[in-house]
């Protein structure tokens, strides 16, 4: 491989002009030099003189000879000894210089070469996870949606395609809005929920067989400096899950109906047992007849919750709204729990801000709400404990937040998400010994009822550190909600 096969950069072949230029310069220089000199006479022997300084070794033969041709004459042979000398000093110099640069660009092409290779297989690397990761995304049997910080869709696999009802090639690089014409989903893509809290949209349709409903969970998408950048959604048809629910509530709710008729009369007839006219009952008598009524009583409430929350599911329930001070609602479940909680060693207090603005609510349901809430705490709460009652206004001032802080035993972290969930009981290991259990529906109902009023509920609870119910209703109604 000579030099001109080796290919070289623009910074490599002007240093090797340089060269070749310096040196026929200088060659071309001493040749003047010589003929302008021809009275100098013959070379002196044994004189050695100094090489200029800064200039290299390779020169010193060049600066003798221009040393003593100002003393002598040269003849034609010392001339032509001293072109030969000249020209095997500037081939030296040449080759050197373009062995350097030779070797130079070898090392450069090779270095070049491997960390081309690197990128080559970092390319491929990164192209085949791609096709992986696509390949997993599109085989997905939930619908996925990605979207930039613009709102235009940048992703959408075959499931959401299905489920919204529209085509990959046509929404690529469009917002998912354009062309959709229900108004919750519109509404869901254009406010996205932040935290990543699951939402469902129902999609219209004119005909009821064509109706389905989705699930949708929501995640921000952030570059490494936090900022936003867009938005990915996945989307889970839950049609035939939620025609199921609606199926088990009628059948509970058909069924709890059903009960109550031979509850009612079950009940009477306990009674007129316990009467004097109905003969005298022995005390082992009137102790079973007495733990009857008490179980009675209590499958008689289960009955009850479950009616109450079957019609709030099915938003069958009508509020009866009226312009209400939240804090007479407040101090009227207080006054009337307040007794119980002194005979279990409890201090129940009430906090509110003064000022509030009227709500437009249902009193007796957001007194049960309330009743929901006091109740528990006063149930978990050790002897010597305190429950705090507050309301004030949220931030914002678009909504008035009321808390229901205790002292109790708090709820681990895991047990958080069930709470608000039917038949769930948590065992906190404070409850007193031949306590009553409840039917694990309240908080349930609780939520129902809040959320029918436009409003929101959460607990704050750690383990060991007592435990916080808040919820909060807006200052004016929604529209949609009934009542």
């Known amino acids: ?72 004459r040269l003849s034609a042979s010392q001339r032509q000894r001293l072109a030969t000398a000249l020209s095997s000093v500037v081939s030296q110099q040449v080759e050197a210089k ?47 949606v990605v979207v930039n910080q613009q709102g235009d869709v940048v992703f959408l696999n075959p499931a959401a395609e299905k489920l919204l009802g529209v085509d990959k090639h046509e929404k690529l690089g469009k917002p998912l809005t354009e062309g959709l014409q229900d108004e919750q ?22 005909q009821a067989q064509s109706k389905r409903v989705l699930r949708s969970s929501n995640a921000v998408i952030e570059d490494e400096h936090g900022k936003t950048v867009g938005m990915v959604s996945v989307l889970t048809d839950i049609t035939k899950q939620r025609e199921l629910d609606r199926l088990k509530s009628d059948f509970v709710s ?8 031979p509850l009612v009369a079950m009940k009477h007839s306990l009674a007129v047992m316990g009467e004097a006219s109905a003969g005298e009952l022995s005390e082992t ?27 709030l599911e099915a938003k069958k329930v009508e509020l009866q709204r009226e312009s ?34 009227a709500l437009s609510l249902d009193p007796s349901r957001i007194e049960q709400v309330l009743t929901n809430l006091i109740g528990n705490a006063v149930k978990f709460t050790p002897e010597g404990g305190s429950i705090t009652v507050e309301a004030k206004l949220a931030d914002g001032a678009g909504e008035v937040e009321v808390g229901v802080t205790d002292t109790g035993a708090g709820i681990a972290k895991e047990d958080l998400p069930k709470l608000f969930q039917k038949f769930q009981q948590l065992q906190t290991g404070v409850r007193r010994a ?50």
């Open 98 to 144: 373009v062995n350097a640069v030779k070797h130079e660009l070898n090392r450069v092409v090779e270095e070049k070469t491997r960390e081309a290779m690197v990128v080559k297989q970092k390319y491929h690397d990164t192209l085949a996870h791609k096709e992986q990761t696509e390949a997993v995304l599109r085989s997905m049997a939930e619908g996925l």
């Open 324 to 357: 209400t001070a939240i804090q007479l609602v407040i101090q009227r479940t207080c006054e009337s729990l307040r007794a119980w909680a002194t005979s279990k060693g409890v201090r129940l207090t009430a906090r509110i801000t003064e000022g509030l603005p």
């Open 1 to 72: 491989m000579s030099i001109l096969d080796i290919p070289v950069g623009p910074m490599q072949f002007m240093a090797v002009t340089a060269v070749v230029v310096v040196a026929f310069t200088l060659a071309m220089a001493l040749s003047y030099i010589s003929q302008q000199n021809r009275a100098v006479g013959p070379l002196r022997t044994g004189s050695r003189p100094e090489p200029a300084s800064g200039s290299p070794a390779d020169e010193s033969l060049v600066s003798a000879v221009l040393q003593e041709m100002e003393h002598a």
């Open 185 to 206: 989903l519109l509404s869901f893509v254009k406010h996205p929920s932040a935290d990543g809290h699951e939402k469902e949209i129902e999609l219209g349709s004119t």
């Open 285 to 311: 008598q009137k102790n079973f007849l007495s733990i009857t009524e008490r179980n009675l009583d209590r499958l008689n409430t289960m009955i009850n919750d479950l009616l109450d929350l079957a019609k």
């Open 254 to 261: 058909g069924v709890t109906h059903e009960l109550r008729t």
């Open 434 to 483: 031949g306590e009553a259990k409840g039917t694990g529906l309240g908080l349930a109902i609780t939520k129902e009822i809040v959320e029918l009023h436009g409003g929101r509920i959460w607990v704050e609870s750690e383990k060991g550190k007592g435990s916080r119910f808040a919820f909060s209703l807006p200052v004016a109604p929604p529209p949609d909600t009934k009542g």
